[in-house]
């Protein structure tokens, strides 16, 4: 049964402040339905990213070059790329040494529509990802298609997208930190391209990851509470 005292506790937080966009959120809308915080728009040509401590959207960085991301770009709260996230990246490529980036898990969202600005969560349906390996982290990014999209929503699977629109994504991660005439010392390479499946486990091994880092959301609150009333 429900703690009415705990009930009434989420529903002032919520009322009072805003939830950090990476811990406050819930990674799923609904079963099938991701909630993606959207930093990166394609027309952006600078870097925004979230400031991981305040929780705010940030400017990192002006563009280096004129690449600019092909898609809808963001991350999935409450998602920690770690230990069970790298292991993966490992057992299916049979790479070693592999850390997990210590990051939330990144998205790209394919839509027909054209999106101004970041700074929001849309709701997207995975349909596969790629196992990005950047020196020796795993670095996965999740293809996901937004919900109800004219022209992408119907996809289910990876093998749905036309392989162009794979390509230039590929083409983006592998290409957008290199400078040109520079030796590639940095390696990054796609080292797999996966169907749905395998996203959800990425997924739920990210989820896992957090929950070992941060601990479990749901106990939050009775956390506060406990600090708040202890003499």
């Avoid at 919900?147 to 994504?169: K, N, S, T, W």
Wanted: with cysteine; hydrophobic share 40%.
């Amino acid at each position: 049964m429900a703690d009415p005292m705990m009930s009434r506790a989420s529903e002032l937080v919520g009322l009072l402040f805003q939830a950090h966009p990476w811990h406050g959120v819930a990674t799923f809308a609904a079963p099938d339905v991701l909630q993606v915080y959207v930093e990166l728009v394609p027309t952006d040509p600078v870097k925004y990213e979230i400031d991981k401590l305040s929780g705010h959207l940030k400017l990192d960085r002006p563009q280096r070059f004129s690449s600019l991301c092909p898609t809808v770009y963001g991350f999935l709260p409450q998602t920690y790329c770690g230990d069970s996230v790298a292991a993966r990246c490992a057992e299916r490529t049979g790479a070693t040494h592999i850390e997990g980036d210590h990051d939330p898990l990144d998205v790209c969202i394919l839509s027909e529509k054209t999106i101004v600005h970041g700074n929001f969560l849309a709701r997207a349906r995975a349909i596969g990802g790629l196992r990005m390996v950047d020196g020796e982290e795993a670095d996965d990014k999740i293809i996901a298609v937004l919900e109800a999209d004219l022209a992408y929503g119907g996809f289910q699977d990876i093998g749905d997208c036309p392989r162009a629109l794979v390509e230039r994504l590929e083409h983006y991660f592998l290409s957008y930190k290199q400078r040109p005439g520079a030796s590639a010392n940095h390696k990054v390479r796609i080292a797999e391209v996966y169907d749905r499946a395998e996203a959800l486990e990425v997924i739920a091994r990210s989820q896992a990851d957090y929950r070992a880092r941060f601990g479990a959301p749901e106990d939050r609150l009775g956390e506060l509470r406990r600090l708040l009333t202890t003499p």
